[in-house]
């Protein structure tokens, strides 16, 4: 090593840990904004609570990590190919096991201040909706896999764009308005009527009735937010895994950056667990599950060679259990969904998405380190 190589480095890992926390405060500004305005955008559009998180909170936050598959297959090459295979197969992962364990612990934590204490009240069939429509089309793209004909590919393929179009009508035709006396006041409305108080003018209700052009501009920048935060966060943690702690590529495209990029879903379901918003809260992680198990998954089918294998000690193997064991997840959350009405849920059901989590972490370990696993499958 040469002589102050090691001190550079430090000092580099210094200032990008610094840009990690950077991204990290982003995340969570662009959260709180982008759950406020979202909820008034389903309000002031006339679509239902449950079609607000499981469509508008839950795609617009899904953007992230859709984007980053997207990028990879553009790019090209083997190496990026791998990427955008572990980013698409990531997401709905980290969606069905983590963030569900985030949304049963969030309920635990805040059970003292909230209503019905550590009892969850949703909608029941906008969850079993939104579940059933992710598990036949991550299975459907599971099976895709293993199909050697490219017509059929494309066949499979049709069929989940298909299926998410179904997904959007059956939910804007579902669920109830929420009243905007349970939504918070616009922050951006806020903000509109101190400086017309400051330069003389007497402001309007633009925080407690907001106009649909400052919802929408509140929402979009709240995306933005977002959206730079997501990404400067996986390019700070793919820095800091490569240079650093000498991860593999598979290990950062298959959990490092869709952990980073599912960060608003988690946030923004935190946030309404804590304030009794259970529907929009579930529905803004189901909903992106449906969207992550139908259209990005059709990307990874068609444009690249969809790596799954069920060959033990393959980055292919990797890719097959994560799907497994989302599938797995979402089907208990689904069978559980099914008696909520009669039997309001607990947080236990959603706690076991850790549980499938920790598995496949003990296994991802045990390849690299004991298999020498890396995205080439070596």
Do not use: C
């Amino acid at each position: 090593m040469y002589p102050g190589l090691a001190p550079a480095l430090l000092s580099a890992t210094a200032d990008r840990s610094l840009l990690l926390l950077g991204a990290f405060a982003l995340l969570l500004l662009g959260a709180e904004v982008f759950t406020n305005g979202v909820e008034w955008l389903g309000h002031r559009l006339g679509v239902s609570e449950s079609a607000t998180g499981s469509i508008l909170a839950a795609v617009g936050t899904a953007l992230p990590e859709t984007l980053i598959p997207v990028i990879a297959i553009l790019h090209g090459g083997e190496e990026a190919a791998h990427v955008g295979v572990g980013a698409i197969l990531g997401a709905p992962f980290m969606l069905a096991t983590i963030a569900m364990f985030l949304v049963g612990a969030s309920v635990l934590h805040f059970r003292d201040r909230r209503t019905f204490g550590d009892e969850m009240h949703f909608n029941d069939a906008a969850t079993r909706r939104d579940l059933s429509f992710f598990l036949v089309g991550y299975v459907v793209a599971f099976a895709a896999a293993f199909v050697h004909s490219r017509p059929v590919e494309y066949a499979m393929g049709a069929l989940l764009l298909l299926l998410y179009l179904v997904y959007l009508v059956r939910s804007l035709r579902s669920g109830e308005l929420a009243e905007s006396e349970d939504i918070d006041a616009l922050h951006l409305g806020l903000l509109v009527e101190r400086a017309l108080a400051a330069v003389g003018y007497d402001p309007r209700e633009h925080g407690e009735n907001p106009r649909l052009a400052l919802v929408a501009g509140q929402t979009a920048f709240a995306l933005v937010i977002i959206v730079t935060g997501a990404h400067l966060f996986v390019s700070e943690v793919q820095w800091l895994s490569t240079h650093v702690l000498d991860v593999p590529i598979a290990i950062v495209a298959l959990l490092i950056a869709p952990l980073a990029t599912e960060l608003p879903e988690k946030f923004n379901s935190i946030l309404w667990i804590s304030r009794d918003k259970d529907t929009l809260a579930l529905g803004n992680i189901t909903g992106a599950m449906a969207f992550q198990g139908t259209l990005p998954v059709t990307l990874g089918i068609v444009f690249t060679d969809w790596d799954l294998s069920l060959a033990w000690g393959t980055s292919g193997f990797l890719n097959a259990l994560s799907v497994v064991l989302a599938v797995v997840s979402g089907g208990i959350l689904y069978l559980r969904a099914r008696s909520a009405a009669e039997r309001p849920m607990k947080p236990r059901p959603f706690l076991i998405g850790g549980l499938l989590y920790a598995v496949f972490i003990a296994v991802v370990v045990y390849f690299v380190l004991a298999l020498g696993v890396t995205a080439g499958g070596h």
